[in-house]
């Protein structure tokens, strides 16, 4: 059970949940493929393959192995951890594990949603969103997947909570 989950008032139903792009995982891939690359380099042009143990060599590997692993069990936490929801109620956005970023705003507080999307963003499906209140704004939530889709559902669901004070007769 997640941050949206356990956070969620009465009569609140999630409608739309939206996550962060696995594109997040490239820098770290990249970063992991070089000091595997980087590593081996040294072994082969040293000759280091012959002149080490069989168990001191796999160790040494075992080590590489680990430290390249960091950054990507560092970034597989960020992804894991964040999460972006749209209810009947409010937009919920969290990210972070260790220190953790918050915001909630109810959908009669937002005058407006931005989306920012770069031309590898438009291709690839992911960009910035960033949501204005009447109270001012928040901070931008970075590389969102879907962030068109997002944008839409918190307009569906303003639209859907509008219609419902009309019917109520609250609105006139």
């Not at 995982?25 to 081996?40: H, M, N, S, T, Y």
């Amino acid at each position: 059970m997640g941050y949206v989950d356990k956070n969620l008032i009465s009569g609140e139903t999630v409608a739309y949940r939206a996550r962060l792009h696995w594109i997040l995982f490239v820098k770290p891939l990249l970063i992991a493929i070089v000091v595997v690359g980087v590593v081996a380099g040294i072994f082969y042009a040293a000759d280091l393959f012959n002149s080490l143990s069989g168990q001191t060599a796999a160790l040494i590997w075992v080590g590489v192995l680990v430290i390249a692993a960091i950054p990507l069990l560092s970034t597989l936490m960020t992804w894991r951890s964040a999460e972006f929801a749209v209810t009947n109620k409010r937009v919920i956005l969290k990210t972070g594990f260790v220190q953790s970023k918050t915001a909630e705003m109810f959908l009669n507080k937002i005058e407006s949603v931005g989306v920012d999307q770069s031309i590898s963003g438009r291709i690839l499906g992911f960009g910035t969103i960033v949501i204005r209140g009447t109270g001012g704004s928040l901070e931008p939530f970075h590389r969102v997947s879907h962030p068109l889709r997002f944008r839409n559902e918190i307009q569906e669901q303003i639209g859907r909570s509008g219609e419902t004070l009309k019917q109520s007769g609250s609105i006139n």
